[in-house]
């Protein structure tokens, strides 16, 4: 064999088997993990569900909720959500028939409170502190509810009729799960793998720039941040997990950026589903990224002071 041909650039058929084989593998090492934390949570909330613990839990929440203009009935529906995540929680709202603007309300302590089991469990193996991101989701879902009682405009129309899935049983609904899981976080890797080979990544942290600047995120965290935005924190988070592993992002940018994302995420899906069943648009979008650029830039700043202090 010539010396000269060993480090001959490989083909294009050569670089793509090695896209899909190593986001492959990577892809079905992060959903196993993600199922085998997943499936157990998914079970433990029914067990709390049926037990009447949630409910039990949720009484407790029930005198603060005047204060965002909601009524106490929805805590139920809000523990819910927190617990198990925000198609369960818009199912425990039952007879509940809400206005626009509590809807509306309702939505944003959703979006920014829920699935925490399984959401924090992410980001913290990806390398920050689960209590630091709790304390982050549960001070943007108050505060911003507090904040939207306040400014937003009163009265609003009855929600329309909550039209959601019909009923399952557990063992459908973790059947759709894993099947769900590993065709999304495998198809992620391997598109990662396609978009690191082929220089798209670069391409789009420069399109991105200016959002991701006002988001005070880095450039890297591009892919991961439309991820997050388009198909959930737990499927980006899988990506993030695999990426802060291998030493693709420091840790300074899985710290702003899971920061960012414990505020703001799935601005796709679950904004669309909320606004079908009545909330205002604008009003779970507009604040939430708000918030999220303040929590990036805050902890920037923080991080500066801190610094600054130990020298």
Not at 22 to 41: D, R, S, Y
Not at 290 to 296: D, F, L, P, Q
């Amino acid at each position: 064999m010539d010396p000269a041909t060993d480090h001959q650039p490989l083909g294009l058929k050569a670089r793509l088997a090695g896209c899909l084989r190593a986001g492959a593998t990577a892809g079905g090492k992060q959903a196993l993990w993600l199922l085998a934390l997943m499936i157990p949570v998914s079970l433990g909330v029914k067990l709390l569900a049926w037990s009447g613990a949630l409910a039990w839990l949720a009484r407790f929440l029930q005198p603060g909720l005047g204060l965002v203009g909601l009524p106490g009935e929805s805590a139920v529906a809000l523990v819910t959500a927190a617990a198990a995540g925000i198609y369960s929680g818009i199912a425990a709202l039952g007879a509940l028939e809400p206005t626009g603007r509590q809807i509306t309300i309702i939505a944003f302590i959703m979006l920014s409170f829920h699935n925490l089991p399984v959401e924090v469990a992410v980001q913290r193996k990806a390398g920050s502190s689960a209590w630091r991101i709790l304390l982050l989701r549960l001070a943007a879902a108050v505060v911003g509810a507090v904040l939207l009682n306040l400014v937003m405009p009163a009265g609003g129309e009855l929600a329309p009729e909550r039209a959601l899935r019909p009923p399952v049983t557990w063992l459908e609904e973790t059947a759709r799960l894993t099947g769900k899981v590993i065709v999304l976080v495998v198809g992620l890797m391997i598109l990662q793998k396609f978009l690191a080979e082929f220089g798209v990544a670069r391409w789009l942290a420069r399109g991105l720039h200016p959002v991701l600047w006002v988001l005070g995120l880095p450039r890297r965290t591009a892919f991961l941040w439309i991820t997050m935005n388009t198909l959930g924190l737990a499927y980006g988070g899988a990506v993030l997990v695999e990426e802060a592993a291998a030493g693709e992002l420091s840790r300074e940018e899985v710290e702003l950026l899971n920061r960012s994302a414990a505020v703001c995420h799935s601005l796709l899906e679950d904004t669309v589903l909320f606004v079908a069943i009545g909330a205002w648009a604008l009003w779970i979008t507009v604040p939430r990224l708000v918030m999220a650029a303040a929590a990036v830039w805050g902890y920037r700043a923080w991080q500066r002071w801190v610094s600054a202090g130990k020298r």
